[in-house]
């Protein structure tokens, strides 16, 4: 079954460094997502991202994190200048459609654990 | 106050007990997910419903759109269910999911 995966599944970081967490999301499907998940908290929104551009952005998505799909398969998330509180599990999400059917399913990928030092 | 409310927060049971866990929410929704999400840290898509009812297996899942609730059921509970699971609701009009902080489900055998 296709899944989407992510990699790392762990990085470190020194506060300041920039970062760059990948994700190919399942092959077929046109709208991807990033979510964070701080330790102990609940899952949060950051972006959208469909027909090469973002849809739709949360309030903790500024200058310093951008999006891009460089080419047809992955889909990467840069922190410029990385702080303490970005310390989190980062989550890539993909789907196939826009509409509420059986295809908006989102699927999750395993995640990445960003540890900023 | 939270978009998403999720009760209880922790839950602990016997192998074999009928679970309940619900979601209320405040926003107007296009469609509420219910995830599990296990100790490693992966979530996994479990329902996605706009209304009605759906099983799949031993889990079920409600939703009543004019209350903005939503209940999970899991029957005949195993100790592979223990996991933290989670309501998330995609805003109408909206491309996001808003999620509730989970509910730790631990079935001992």
């Known amino acids: 079954e296709p899944e989407v995966t992510q990699t790392p599944s762990h990085q470190v970081t020194q506060m300041g460094q920039e970062v760059i967490l990948r994700c190919v999301p399942i092959?077929?499907?046109?709208?991807f997502y990033w979510y964070r998940q701080i330790l102990g908290q609940k899952v949060e929104f950051l972006v959208s991202?469909?027909?090469?551009?973002?849809?739709?952005k949360s309030e903790i998505f500024d200058d310093q994190f951008s999006v891009e799909r460089p080419d047809g398969s992955n889909f990467t998330l840069k922190i410029r200048s990385t702080k303490l509180e970005d310390s989190a599990m980062y989550f890539c999400a993909s789907k196939r459609q826009g509409t509420t059917s059986g295809r908006d399913t989102q699927y999750f990928g395993p995640g990445t654990r960003l540890t900023v030092l | 106050k939270n978009e998403v409310e999720q009760s209880p927060q922790n839950l602990t049971a016997q192998e074999g007990e009928f679970i309940t866990i619900n979601c209320s929410y405040s926003?107007?929704?296009?469609?509420l997910h219910w995830l599990q999400q296990h100790p490693g840290g992966g979530i996994v898509s479990l329902f996605m419903?706009?209304?009605g009812k759906k099983k799949h297996g031993r889990l079920i899942a409600t939703i009543n759109i004019q209350e903005k609730h939503s209940s999970l059921h899991i029957t005949a509970s195993h100790p592979r269910d223990s996991a933290v699971y989670i309501c998330a609701v995609r805003v109408q009009g909206a491309q996001k999911l808003v999620f509730g902080q989970g509910t730790r489900l631990t079935i001992n055998p």
């Open positions: 419903l706009s209304s």
């Open positions: 991202f469909y027909n090469n551009e973002i849809s739709e």
């Open positions: 926003v107007g929704i296009s469609a």
């Open positions: 092959s077929n499907h046109l709208y």
